[in-house]
């Protein structure tokens, strides 16, 4: 038999208040069963806990004892309920999230499923668009939060992480030859771009002119974007997270030299008032460092392969 909070609860306000009657009165329970919660907690502890004087009822020295713990104990529950009830979150709360295609097939279904552990009262509804539309909603109130490369100066925003561009060729291609891939070679080659923002995350990290992106097909999606590759039409330019979550039969990946990055924001219109949004930026900042190592670990050695397959 385990002692229980209503036990201690007993107690407690039997001590203070001097008689089982007034401490019945408090809890608005019945004499009887403060006096039984009392007495099962002695026989649980092998020793009397309470003696009754001419002024009432008065702990003994072992009660003394035990009261100091069992106010621990019951501020301890007192504080764990206030917890809850100032969480910020009701029975059934839900999260919005708009996100662009590559971090939505990528780290967010991570970052979901580590959220759902910590908050598994709160729902999770995804919306996939371009870095521009990801914002629009966002700013519109359709989405509570946004996960896009591109933070406009009306929106909080934070850096949550950033991922390394690539470039994607076909199999074989003459700008895989030397294993990591400049500006300048991407002037010789037809650019395919995804058709979701990806094009102005290239333009401002590379400094790309209109020398460069004029030689250029529009594809509709990532998937798209690499068949087209696979056709010998172009080659594309993709955020890891993005290659990893895709069909690359027939393709190979490069770095860029220097190595190029796409900054990764979670915008948000009220940014850490809302107690969902800290709660989720908190959850994904805890998994976002170990997403990105096992990412540039996957990529750098299939990068290496490349140069070694371009050499025979």
């Given at each position: 038999m385990k002692i229980t909070m209503s036990q201690l609860n007993s107690l407690l306000v039997v001590s203070k208040s001097g008689s089982v009657g007034a401490a019945a009165k408090q809890l608005n329970m019945t004499q009887s069963a403060i006096s039984q919660s009392i007495i099962s907690l002695e026989k649980k502890l092998g020793t009397t806990l309470m003696a009754r004087t001419r002024n009432g009822m008065v702990p003994t020295a072992m009660a003394h004892e035990v009261l100091r713990n069992a106010e621990i104990a019951m501020t301890a529950v007192e504080r764990i309920e206030t917890l809850a009830s100032t969480s910020g979150f009701s029975n059934r709360s839900w999260l919005r999230?708009?996100?662009?295609?590559?971090?939505?097939?990528?780290?967010?279904?991570?970052?979901?499923?580590?959220?759902?552990?910590?908050?598994?009262?709160?729902?999770?509804?995804?919306?996939?668009?371009?870095?521009?539309?990801?914002?629009?909603?966002?700013?519109?109130?359709?989405?509570?939060?946004?996960?896009?490369?591109?933070?406009?100066?009306?929106?909080?925003?934070?850096?949550?992480?950033?991922?390394?561009?690539?470039?994607?060729?076909?199999?074989g291609s003459r700008i895989l030859r030397n294993g990591a891939v400049t500006v300048d070679d991407l002037r010789k080659e037809v650019l395919i771009t995804s058709n979701l923002g990806c094009d102005l995350i290239v333009d401002k990290l590379l400094s790309v002119g209109a020398d460069v992106l004029h030689r250029s097909i529009c594809a509709n999606d990532t998937r798209t974007a690499l068949e087209m590759v696979r056709h010998g039409l172009g080659v594309t330019i993709l955020p890891k997270i993005a290659v990893l979550a895709a069909d690359t039969i027939g393709l190979r990946m490069a770095n860029f030299t220097p190595r190029a990055y796409r900054p990764l924001y979670c915008v948000s219109v009220s940014?850490?008032?809302?107690?969902?949004?800290?709660?989720?930026?908190?959850?994904?900042?805890?998994?976002?460092?170990?997403?990105?190592?096992v990412s540039m670990a996957a990529t750098d050695s299939q990068a290496a392969n490349v140069k070694s397959l371009s050499a025979t």
């Open positions: 999230i708009a996100s662009v295609p590559s971090v939505a097939a990528g780290p967010l279904s991570k970052w979901k499923r580590r959220f759902h552990i910590l908050y598994p009262d709160i729902e999770m509804s995804i919306f996939e668009g371009g870095h521009l539309e990801v914002n629009d909603w966002v700013r519109d109130g359709v989405a509570d939060i946004g996960l896009t490369a591109v933070a406009p100066t009306e929106l909080y925003a934070e850096n949550i992480s950033r991922d390394e561009l690539v470039v994607i060729a076909r199999f940014g850490h008032t809302s107690s969902i949004i800290k709660a989720f930026i908190d959850a994904t900042k805890t998994e976002v460092d170990i997403a990105l190592e």
